[in-house]
């Protein structure tokens, strides 16, 4: 996870600018940012090269809280206004509300952003028919559980029906539990003006000028398309475009073995496409840990129908017209050199996104991205050019790059929440869990194993490793589902966990477990003790934590305890 967030960050996530970079109106709709719904008309280059934003109509102020920008108000509108109402924006809201803060979030598309509408709820109702599928499809399997099925099939429309219901409903859910507590939603596109002040509104035709005591940025982020790769939305597609399903095709490239390239070939290889990766690292799935990509690439990858490409870039990718295929021009990393052409019949782009931050109007209160990123402290306090805080200014999710994850933008909306109702708090990253929802899912927490090795290296500790099976689980060989492992990095002197990951059956659930301990500081000698029901896959992690070799001296210190 972390290897894969540098990689992108040295590498290919791109300034601001590039989310623009060619034709804006395809790349406004990359932005999943309606176009009628902020009201951007054209983005232009001016001479300096940089992306001007011009706006059509005439601006017309309605509220009268505005003042000189650049002094903050004496009185505020509300306690706290959130700019973005995705998962990050809502977590925050919700607790701001709990917290008794008078709260405000301005949204300038539809509420639920990236995660409910175009990414974590759209992508999990897709990989729940491709579970399915995987099952009816394979006899082997059906046979072992002494089940007889005929032929699966499935209706394109009505898999795609599902996803788009099931972004609807949670939207939905998300909206009126705002709505609910009393959250004021503000529609339109917000932009700060100055210190503890934004105005919000359709881009070039409203602006209402609200202020507050604190302010948290939550403008999320959109898919980063490389240079050179033409996006259509029919053939060169994003995220944005694939979970929408409107069409399955024969054989597809996938450019990126991050999450969303492994996610979409276990949808894509259900429906019956092949499935071909580009991957610019010399390994499939390089932000994993190294073990794990290994068996996920045995189990996931080989015996499906998918090639690779790796240690090659997508530099040049034409949509398919006039008759011919889509065209992927592969370069080779090192050598820069061109290695070969695919044509294929679709390509998907997975390489990443860029953070949202377009028009939010940093300047006004100096603050500088970097790489796109609004740079924040491990309070999420944001950072001005000059490497000062600015007071009341917190910016939490995408948009800060520190982990693109749901959870982990609302567990930062949530810490700030806190930190603004005068409790310190600070998130620690490392309990934070991920997971890749394939068949089987992959999860982890905290640090991987070269990762470990690294710090341990560096602050001079010794680390081991220990490992289950899921060949050993009475419940997984009740399913039919013994492939699996999870691995434990720890350290012997003292019992602490330092990363834990799974591969196998339910691996997303599984996580908790070990990402609860981390977060709670609890050591190998204590979880061991913890008693798991029968039979259950928790048990994996049961036979895991007892598995782990702590010291004699720790365990007597424990004894003392
Ligand atoms: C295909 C896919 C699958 C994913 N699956 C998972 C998963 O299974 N689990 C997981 O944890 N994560 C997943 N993610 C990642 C997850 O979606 C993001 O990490 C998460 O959505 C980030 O939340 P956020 O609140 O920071 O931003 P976003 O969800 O992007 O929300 C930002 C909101 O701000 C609004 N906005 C932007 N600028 C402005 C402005 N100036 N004024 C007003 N409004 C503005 C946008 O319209 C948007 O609604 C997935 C992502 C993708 C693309
Ligand atoms: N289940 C989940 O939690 C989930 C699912 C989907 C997305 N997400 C989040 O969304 C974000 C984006 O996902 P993603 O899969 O696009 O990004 P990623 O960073 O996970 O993976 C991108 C991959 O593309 C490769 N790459 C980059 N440029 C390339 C190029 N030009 N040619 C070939 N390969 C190239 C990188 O080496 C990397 O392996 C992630 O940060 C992830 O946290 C999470």
Request: include cysteine; charged fraction near 20%.
């Amino acid at each position: 996870m972390h290897s894969t967030l540098s990689f992108s960050q040295a590498t290919t996530v791109p300034t601001t600018n590039y989310a623009f970079h060619s034709q804006s109106p395809i790349n406004l709709r990359f932005c999943g940012l309606r176009r009628e719904a902020f009201g951007i008309s054209i983005l232009t280059r001016s001479s300096s090269g940089r992306v001007r934003l011009s706006t059509r109509g005439r601006s017309k102020r309605t509220s009268a809280s505005t003042g000189n920008n650049g002094t903050p108000p004496k009185s505020f509108d509300y306690d706290l206004i959130i700019i973005g109402a995705g998962v990050g924006g809502h977590g925050a809201a919700l607790h701001a509300v709990e917290k008794g803060l008078k709260t405000a979030i301005i949204e300038g598309d539809v509420v639920g952003g990236t995660c409910v509408n175009r990414g974590c709820v759209p992508s999990k109702a897709l990989l729940a028919v491709s579970g399915r599928m995987r099952e009816l499809q394979s006899e082997h399997h059906m046979k072992a559980l002494g089940l007889q099925v005929s032929a699966a099939g499935y209706d394109r429309q009505g898999v795609a029906d599902h996803a788009n219901n099931l972004a609807s409903k949670i939207r939905s859910n998300l909206t009126n539990s705002m709505k609910a507590l009393g959250v004021d939603i503000l529609t339109g596109f917000g932009t700060i003006v100055g210190p503890q002040k934004v105005k919000y509104g359709k881009v070039g035709f409203t602006d209402n000028v609200v202020t507050a005591k604190d302010i948290i940025i939550a403008t999320g982020s959109v898919p980063f398309v490389p240079k050179g790769i033409e996006v259509d939305g029919k053939t060169v597609i994003t995220s944005d475009h694939a979970l929408k399903l409107e069409f399955v095709p024969d054989w597809i490239a996938i450019v990126g073995s991050g999450y969303i390239g492994l996610e979409f070939s276990d949808v894509y290889t259900a429906l019956g496409s092949e499935v071909t990766f580009i991957e610019a690292l010399d390994q499939l799935m390089p932000g994993f840990d190294p073990e794990i990509s290994k068996l996920a690439q045995r189990v996931l990858i080989n015996p499906r129908k998918i090639d690779y490409h790796t240690g090659v870039f997508a530099t040049k990718i034409t949509p398919a017209r006039d008759g011919k295929p889509v065209i992927v021009e592969l370069t080779d990393a090192k050598t820069k050199e061109h290695k070969d052409t695919l044509e294929v019949d679709a390509a998907l782009i997975a390489t990443g996104r860029a953070p949202f931050t377009y028009g939010l109007g940093l300047e006004n209160i100096n603050v500088v991205t970097q790489r796109g990123f609004v740079p924040v402290d491990e309070r999420m306090r944001v950072i001005d050019a000059n490497g000062n805080l600015v007071p009341h200014l917190y910016c939490i999710g995408d948009a800060n790059g520190k982990m693109m994850l749901a959870h982990a933008a609302s567990a930062q909306g949530i810490s700030v929440v806190e930190q603004v109702t005068g409790r310190d708090h600070v998130l620690n990253h490392l309990s934070v869990p991920a997971a890749c929802f394939t068949h089987p899912e992959i999860s982890m927490v905290g640090l991987t194993e070269p990762q470990a090795r690294e710090k341990a290296e560096k602050e001079g500790f010794e680390i081991s490793v220990a490992k289950t099976s899921f060949k050993a689980n009475t419940k997984a060989l009740a399913e039919n589902e013994g492939e699996g492992l999870a691995k434990l990095i720890y350290r012997p002197d003292n019992g602490e966990i330092l990363g834990v990951h799974i591969f196998g059956l339910h691996a997303a659930d599984l996580i908790h477990e070990a990402s609860n301990a981390v977060a709670l500081g609890t050591r190998i000698q204590d979880i061991r003790f913890a008693v798991h029901a029968h039979p259950t896959l928790s048990e994996v992690l049961d036979e895991l934590f007892k598995s782990a070799k702590v010291e004699r001296e720790a365990l007597e210190a424990l004894k003392v305890g």
